[in-house]
T-cell receptor, first 116, second 116 residues
Framework: AQSVTQLGSHVSVSEGALVLLRCNYS??????LFWYVQYPNQGLQLLLK??????LVKGINGFEAEFKKSETSFHLTKPSAHMSDAAEYFC??????????????FGTGTRLTIIP | EAGVAQSPRYKIIEKRQSVAFWCNPI?????LYWYQQILGQGPKLLIQ????????DSQLPKDRFSAERLKGVDSTLKIQPAKLEDSAVYLC??????????????FGEGSRLTVL
């Protein structure tokens, strides 16, 4: 079974500072990896995804993530935090993209707080 | 394009009572998922439908939970009888037949259940 581990349930950064949210995966096959964001009282929204193409993936709102097979990591970064980035972020893994195995397994989430 | 609709948004019940949640996916999306999100945890898949057939219900507690997707469109998730540990947000998500290309699930805002 595949899984993801998010290090740090809460992260606080100052406005304008670097955002780094950590995600490590466990997989016996090449994984497909995702980052979703959840704003208060809203559903989850896709930020970006890795599906075995380029290892550096760019997403919405200035976020990006790099797939590092040697480190089994898929950390999410943003060069300069904005107040509107305050939300909960979930890393997720899929067993594949074919019918029947496109289910997502989520990590426990990281709550990002932005300090003015 | 209308998003995934869920109702009710909030429900409070006593233990051993029953509750039902409704989900209407994005028009044309063949695949529908129900996830359970307990406070402080990531979403956990309960059941996946492809049209009106069940693809995966291995993590659905079938002694108390049931779900159906008649006519392959909207879906209902029922809990009877409810336990205290069922307190959670129940998320509905859908994906198109092009999931293999997009890798994106579209989530509703969720139904928050409190069992007293």
């Amino acid at each position: 079974a595949q899984s993801v581990t998010q290090l740090g349930s809460h992260v606080s950064v100052s406005e304008g500072a670097l955002v780094l949210l950590r995600c490590n995966y466990s997989s016996s096959v090449p994984p497909y990896l995702f980052w979703y964001v959840q704003y208060p009282n809203q559903g989850l929204q896709l930020l970006l995804k890795y599906t075995s193409a380029a290892t550096l993936v760019k997403g919405i709102n200035g976020f990006e993530a790099e797939f590092k097979k040697s480190e089994t990591s898929f950390h999410l970064t943003k060069p300069s935090a904005h107040m509107s980035d305050a939300a909960e972020y979930f890393c997720a893994v899929s067993e594949g993209l074919d019918f029947g195995n496109e289910k997502l397994t989520f990590g426990t989430g990281t709550r990002l707080t932005i300090i003015p | 394009e209308a998003g995934v609709a869920q109702s009710p948004r909030y429900k409070i019940i006593e233990k051993r009572q029953s509750v039902a949640f409704w989900c209407n996916p994005i028009s044309g999306h063949a695949t529908l998922y129900w996830y359970q999100q307990i406070l402080g945890q990531g979403p956990k898949l309960l059941i996946q439908f492809q049209n009106n057939g069940v693809v995966d219900d291995s993590q659905l507690p079938k002694d108390r939970f049931s779900a159906e997707r008649l006519k392959g469109v909207d879906s209902t998730l029922k809990i009877q009888p409810a336990k205290l540990e069922d307190s959670a947000v129940y998320l509905c998500a859908s994906s198109s037949g092009q999931w293999g290309q997009t890798g994106e699930l579209f989530f509703g805002e969720g139904s928050r259940l409190t069992v007293l």
